[in-house]
């Protein structure tokens, strides 16, 4: 079976909000021009997981461990940065059992572009709370109230120093693509955290419920001067945590200051954005390129 | 010849410069150095040591017993004047200092010393080690190191605290005197070695003549002739220069002792010449958050063709086995170099051990080729980790490989030859698609190696989950059969791609076979040659490839054995639990040891006598301090 080929196989739910996702990434890759050539598809463990799979169009897809999506697309970019490398992971994935690497990746501001699956369940093993279910809700295969508080993604990823963080909602898609394309062109680490309804799982959160609370969010989110900073960062927050009868969706914080870490790299590798590993040749017909002697002879004692 | 000198002292003072200039000043005049380093899982103030073993040729163990005890505080003496058979180097002024006033020793370690102290009628002061060495014929070297050290103060004019690291740099220099050799050859190795320090240069000069004038000539050596040049490397470097020699281009690690030093040495030096300096390679290394990022980053990084590796010790390799399955599943040639220490937990961080073997080989959920090989001495860990990285490749599956602690830290010198082979790099079968769009990752071939393009030159997916040729998951039950015997099949290819030393070390031939695998060999090959003037012949079967497992060759090798001896450094002699796994055969004999220390070669000498001439079936060995 070559799904991508077939691009009607897909086995989510009716109605499960990935398809608003899946329309929305489609659209932004054809809008940039991306294919094989130039960009990774990375996902994590999940029903988001398997979105590679179904992207139609000529992509390639990386469908790793449950939580490691972004520690497989660090290597993925870093070994070569003339990539986009787009990861799709869940809220479990991201938030979960991932919860270290989405923080680290803050501190690292590779260009990576994260697209979370935020629908408050674990969807793929039967609708458990997620870690960004609310404490004291109950959705309908909880068998007692949500106990845990939740994480803000938006949040943490702005404390975590992701430099680009923003929410949309799976079915405005014509937002979620714009998000996208934003956070694939971003220069550093970006977040787009996106609501989605688990029709079959999540009775609470739906798109009804949704709907009555999203709207766009109209400051402008971006750093423009470094003393700018704080301030931008505080309104990211407050703007993060407004109380949830109000959802705001947009560009919650944006800064291109922060040197990636491609660019960290280079200033100790001069020649790494054009040489990176994956394109060097390291053996000439078997017989290695590389030049010890300078390493061999400050260890040579006689 | 062979001869022995161990040098202690607390955490921070200087212990392993002192052994490195040692070593290297040694080597001036013509001579082998192996040198073995142990110390506490402590930043300060615990006590460390190195053995060092002085030859006119090539060794690659120490002995439990060495010539020269040089010391220059109290804890050195109680900890191991049981170990000296002729010189003791020690402070005049700590006579009075009694086991107990040693904070730092271990209270087990203290009575078990004091002990033989109170054995002999003695008290348990240095005083009293010194009359019990005295009385036993082991000359005492008394030394007034705080005169010495005042007068060093005096002369440069520098901070006391600073100055007292140079304490231990007398105490070399009165071990020089001993051995009656040139003393320019001090100062030369500490030339190199504090090459641009001026400040540190003078100091440890001074301190090291004041230390030449404390001691007089007792063994006479003799400079030697030498031929070709010689390097001094520890295991972590040789590693590093391996797989930087192998195309190594990516590293991602998590911190972990003891094997951060070989990352931490690769990203000091990322920007490497190559085609002889006309340009340069840029190695990325990063520090990841954690074992499961290092593996995965690692494992990413190769699918764009980089090579790429991870190092760590037991517990960073516990938590990658998710990763090491994924790239098993996914066909991904990743290397481990897993540094093996004292297990199961912590353990003994700084200590060695052979106990995860059998982790090593089984790490990951389900069943996949795999590339697991184990390097016994330091002349072989360069070819093998360029072996690895080849197998790896040719294979398209995970690799690891061993390397024990005590090789890891452990230094030896040696004809830069027997280091840095000229290894070839093979890649398998890589293709750049002509049509990319329809390329099939997983394509299913007689070796079952499919050709493999890296990411960004051809459409291709990959996942965890069972796949078809193109990459898609599918739970498909014909092609599950078939996919899963692919990713078996390529066992053949590795077993072809080695040739027979490099599965098996075999020296020398006897009915009495010696069985191991790693840093043991080194004891057993100097312990053979010691044995062959008692006329004793043994044989040693070292096992270097673990999978895929050598069966059919060993099989040859072991028939008709009278004795077949497992040589390990744990308890269950896992090498050889796999040698009957897969071939049937069963050790007769054992000479185990999991005290975290290296096997010394008189204490393994010892016990294979005891073991040849009285069929001994299980002997435990526990030298090493």
Redesign the interface.
């Given at each position: 079976?070559?799904?991508?080929e077939l691009a009607e196989f897909n086995d989510w739910c009716p109605g499960c909000g990935d398809f608003g996702i899946l329309r929305g990434m489609e659209t932004a890759l054809k809008e940039l021009k991306l294919?094989?050539?130039?960009a990774?598809l990375?996902s994590g463990?999940g029903c988001s997981g398997?979105m590679?799979?179904f992207v139609s169009g000529?992509?390639?897809?990386?469908?790793?461990?449950h939580?490691?999506s972004?520690?497989?697309?660090?290597?993925?970019k870093?070994?070569?940065p003339?990539?986009k490398v787009i990861v799709n992971a869940g809220d479990g994935d991201t938030f979960g059992i991932g919860v270290?690497?989405f923080?680290?990746a803050g501190r690292r501001n590779a260009s990576l572009a994260l697209v979370v699956h935020d629908n408050r369940v674990y969807g793929l093993t039967k609708g458990q709370a997620s870690p960004t279910m609310p404490l004291g809700e109950r959705t309908k295969s909880l068998p007692r109230p949500n106990i845990n508080g939740p994480i803000n993604p938006v949040a943490l990823a702005v404390s975590s120093g992701y430099t680009f963080v923003a929410r949309s909602f799976a079915y405005d898609t014509a937002l979620t693509k714009d998000l996208i394309k934003q956070a694939v062109m971003h220069r550093g680490m970006a977040l787009v955290d996106v609501l989605q309804p688990c029709p079959t799982y999540n009775d609470v959160n739906t798109n009804e419920w949704y709907r009555e609370r999203i709207y766009k969010l109209t400051d402008d989110p971006e750093v423009h001067d470094e003393s700018e900073t704080l301030a931008k960062m505080t309104q990211a927050i407050q703007n993060a945590y407004i109380p949830e009868d109000k959802l705001p969706l947009g560009v919650f914080y944006k800064n291109e200051l922060v040197p990636t870490y491609e660019e960290r790299?280079a200033a100790?590798?001069?020649?790494?954005m054009e040489?990176?590993?994956?394109a060097?040749k390291?053996?000439?017909n078997?017989?290695?390129?590389?030049?010890?002697?300078?390493?061999?002879d400050s260890?040579?004692?006689? | 010849m062979r001869l022995g000198w161990l040098i202690g002292g607390a955490q921070g003072m200087g212990v392993d410069t002192a052994a490195n200039v040692f070593g290297a000043a040694v080597a001036r005049a013509g001579y082998y150095i192996f040198g073995s380093r142990e110390y506490f899982s402590n930043i300060k103030g615990r006590h460390s040591y190195f053995n060092v073993l002085i030859s006119d040729k090539q060794q690659r163990s120490i002995d439990t017993k060495v010539e020269i005890l040089a010391t220059f505080d109290a804890e050195t003496v109680f900890q191991h004047f049981d170990d000296v058979t002729r010189h003791m180097i020690y402070d005049k002024a700590l006579e009075p200092v009694s086991i107990d006033k040693v904070r730092s020793i271990e209270p087990e370690t203290a009575e078990r010393q004091a002990g033989i102290l109170a054995k002999a009628g003695l008290g348990n002061t240095i005083g009293d080690v010194a009359a019990y060495l005295s009385e036993k014929g082991v000359k005492m070297v008394p030394i007034d190191y705080g005169p010495l050290m005042k007068d060093i103060i005096n002369q440069l004019k520098i901070d006391p605290f600073v100055a007292e690291r140079a304490r231990n740099m007398i105490c070399i220099g009165a071990s020089f005197s001993l051995l009656g050799l040139d003393s320019n050859y001090i100062n030369g190795a500490i030339e190199q070695i504090f090459a641009g320090k001026q400040k540190f240069f003078d100091l440890n000069k001074l301190a090291a003549n004041a230390g030449i004038k404390s001691a007089g000539n007792a063994y006479s050596l003799k400079d030697l002739e030498t031929k070709g040049h010689r390097v001094q490397l520890d295991g972590n470097t040789i590693s590093a220069l391996g797989k930087l020699y192998g195309g190594l281009r990516f590293q991602s690690y998590y911190p972990i002792t003891p094997a951060s030093d070989e990352s931490t040495y690769i990203e000091a030096n990322q920007v490497l010449a190559v085609n002889s300096g006309k340009e340069k390679h840029g190695v990325v290394v990063v520090q990841a958050e954690d074992e499961l990022a290092a593996i995965n980053a690692a494992v990413g990084a190769a699918l764009t063709g980089a090579r790429s590796a991870t190092a760590t010790s037991g517990p960073g390799f516990s938590l990658m086995n998710e990763g090491i399955s994924w790239a098993g599943m996914n066909e991904v040639p990743v290397l481990v170099t897993y540094y093996m220490r004292g297990s199961p937990a912590t353990g003994l961080p700084t200590r060695s051990g052979q106990s995860d073997l059998k982790l090593a080989l089984n790490a990951g959920h389900g069943e996949f080729a795999r590339i697991v090989i184990a390097s016994g001495s330091h002349d072989e860990i360069f070819e093998d980790a360029v072996t690895a990285m080849n197998l790896a490749e040719l294979c398209q599956t995970p690799a690891v490989h061993i390397i024990e602690k005590t090789l890891a830290n452990a230094y030896s010198v040696v004809d830069k030859e027997a280091i840095i082979t000229e290894t070839r790099i093979e890649r398998g079968k890589v293709v750049y698609p002509e049509d990319p769009e329809h390329y099939k990752r997983f394509k299913i071939t007689d070796d079952g190696i499919s050709p493999r393009a890296f990411l960004g030159h051809a459409q291709m997916y990959y996942t965890g989950d069972e796949h078809n040729e193109r990459g898609h998951i599918t739970e498909d039950s014909a092609n599950r059969t078939v996919m899963y015997e692919k990713r078996i099949r390529k066992r053949a290819l590795a077993e072809k791609s080695l040739g027979e030393s490099q599965k098996v070390n075999v020296v020398g031939d006897a009915d009495s076979v010696l069985l191991t695998w790693g840093s043991p060999k080194g004891a057993i090959m100097d312990a053979m040659e010691l044995l062959k003037g008692q006329g004793i012949a043994v044989q040693m079967v070292q096992v270097r490839l673990f999978s895929p497992y050598p069966a059919e060759l060993m099989k040859k090798l072991l028939a008709g054995k009278r004795q077949i001896i497992a040589v390990e450094n744990n308890s269950n002699a896992q090498g050889a639990e796999v040698l009957t796994e897969q071939t049937g055969i069963m050790p007769t004999n054992y000479i185990l040891k999991w005290n975290g220390r290296p096997m010394a070669r008189d204490e393994l000498a010892d016990a294979i006598k005891d073991v040849v001439k009285n069929n001994t079936v299980r002997v435990v060995l526990n030298g090493g301090k």
């Amino acid at each position: 079976m070559e799904a991508n080929e077939l691009a009607e196989f897909n086995d989510w739910c009716p109605g499960c909000g990935d398809f608003g996702i899946l329309r929305g990434m489609e659209t932004a890759l054809k809008e940039l021009k991306l294919d094989f050539t130039d960009a990774v598809l990375v996902s994590g463990i999940g029903c988001s997981g398997k979105m590679p799979h179904f992207v139609s169009g000529p992509i390639s897809g990386v469908h790793t461990l449950h939580g490691r999506s972004l520690a497989f697309a660090m290597g993925i970019k870093l070994a070569n940065p003339s990539l986009k490398v787009i990861v799709n992971a869940g809220d479990g994935d991201t938030f979960g059992i991932g919860v270290g690497h989405f923080v680290s990746a803050g501190r690292r501001n590779a260009s990576l572009a994260l697209v979370v699956h935020d629908n408050r369940v674990y969807g793929l093993t039967k609708g458990q709370a997620s870690p960004t279910m609310p404490l004291g809700e109950r959705t309908k295969s909880l068998p007692r109230p949500n106990i845990n508080g939740p994480i803000n993604p938006v949040a943490l990823a702005v404390s975590s120093g992701y430099t680009f963080v923003a929410r949309s909602f799976a079915y405005d898609t014509a937002l979620t693509k714009d998000l996208i394309k934003q956070a694939v062109m971003h220069r550093g680490m970006a977040l787009v955290d996106v609501l989605q309804p688990c029709p079959t799982y999540n009775d609470v959160n739906t798109n009804e419920w949704y709907r009555e609370r999203i709207y766009k969010l109209t400051d402008d989110p971006e750093v423009h001067d470094e003393s700018e900073t704080l301030a931008k960062m505080t309104q990211a927050i407050q703007n993060a945590y407004i109380p949830e009868d109000k959802l705001p969706l947009g560009v919650f914080y944006k800064n291109e200051l922060v040197p990636t870490y491609e660019e960290r790299i280079a200033a100790n590798i001069p020649n790494y954005m054009e040489n990176f590993p994956a394109a060097q040749k390291i053996d000439e017909n078997g017989s290695s390129v590389t030049d010890l002697k300078k390493l061999v002879d400050s260890r040579t004692v006689i | 010849m062979r001869l022995g000198w161990l040098i202690g002292g607390a955490q921070g003072m200087g212990v392993d410069t002192a052994a490195n200039v040692f070593g290297a000043a040694v080597a001036r005049a013509g001579y082998y150095i192996f040198g073995s380093r142990e110390y506490f899982s402590n930043i300060k103030g615990r006590h460390s040591y190195f053995n060092v073993l002085i030859s006119d040729k090539q060794q690659r163990s120490i002995d439990t017993k060495v010539e020269i005890l040089a010391t220059f505080d109290a804890e050195t003496v109680f900890q191991h004047f049981d170990d000296v058979t002729r010189h003791m180097i020690y402070d005049k002024a700590l006579e009075p200092v009694s086991i107990d006033k040693v904070r730092s020793i271990e209270p087990e370690t203290a009575e078990r010393q004091a002990g033989i102290l109170a054995k002999a009628g003695l008290g348990n002061t240095i005083g009293d080690v010194a009359a019990y060495l005295s009385e036993k014929g082991v000359k005492m070297v008394p030394i007034d190191y705080g005169p010495l050290m005042k007068d060093i103060i005096n002369q440069l004019k520098i901070d006391p605290f600073v100055a007292e690291r140079a304490r231990n740099m007398i105490c070399i220099g009165a071990s020089f005197s001993l051995l009656g050799l040139d003393s320019n050859y001090i100062n030369g190795a500490i030339e190199q070695i504090f090459a641009g320090k001026q400040k540190f240069f003078d100091l440890n000069k001074l301190a090291a003549n004041a230390g030449i004038k404390s001691a007089g000539n007792a063994y006479s050596l003799k400079d030697l002739e030498t031929k070709g040049h010689r390097v001094q490397l520890d295991g972590n470097t040789i590693s590093a220069l391996g797989k930087l020699y192998g195309g190594l281009r990516f590293q991602s690690y998590y911190p972990i002792t003891p094997a951060s030093d070989e990352s931490t040495y690769i990203e000091a030096n990322q920007v490497l010449a190559v085609n002889s300096g006309k340009e340069k390679h840029g190695v990325v290394v990063v520090q990841a958050e954690d074992e499961l990022a290092a593996i995965n980053a690692a494992v990413g990084a190769a699918l764009t063709g980089a090579r790429s590796a991870t190092a760590t010790s037991g517990p960073g390799f516990s938590l990658m086995n998710e990763g090491i399955s994924w790239a098993g599943m996914n066909e991904v040639p990743v290397l481990v170099t897993y540094y093996m220490r004292g297990s199961p937990a912590t353990g003994l961080p700084t200590r060695s051990g052979q106990s995860d073997l059998k982790l090593a080989l089984n790490a990951g959920h389900g069943e996949f080729a795999r590339i697991v090989i184990a390097s016994g001495s330091h002349d072989e860990i360069f070819e093998d980790a360029v072996t690895a990285m080849n197998l790896a490749e040719l294979c398209q599956t995970p690799a690891v490989h061993i390397i024990e602690k005590t090789l890891a830290n452990a230094y030896s010198v040696v004809d830069k030859e027997a280091i840095i082979t000229e290894t070839r790099i093979e890649r398998g079968k890589v293709v750049y698609p002509e049509d990319p769009e329809h390329y099939k990752r997983f394509k299913i071939t007689d070796d079952g190696i499919s050709p493999r393009a890296f990411l960004g030159h051809a459409q291709m997916y990959y996942t965890g989950d069972e796949h078809n040729e193109r990459g898609h998951i599918t739970e498909d039950s014909a092609n599950r059969t078939v996919m899963y015997e692919k990713r078996i099949r390529k066992r053949a290819l590795a077993e072809k791609s080695l040739g027979e030393s490099q599965k098996v070390n075999v020296v020398g031939d006897a009915d009495s076979v010696l069985l191991t695998w790693g840093s043991p060999k080194g004891a057993i090959m100097d312990a053979m040659e010691l044995l062959k003037g008692q006329g004793i012949a043994v044989q040693m079967v070292q096992v270097r490839l673990f999978s895929p497992y050598p069966a059919e060759l060993m099989k040859k090798l072991l028939a008709g054995k009278r004795q077949i001896i497992a040589v390990e450094n744990n308890s269950n002699a896992q090498g050889a639990e796999v040698l009957t796994e897969q071939t049937g055969i069963m050790p007769t004999n054992y000479i185990l040891k999991w005290n975290g220390r290296p096997m010394a070669r008189d204490e393994l000498a010892d016990a294979i006598k005891d073991v040849v001439k009285n069929n001994t079936v299980r002997v435990v060995l526990n030298g090493g301090k």
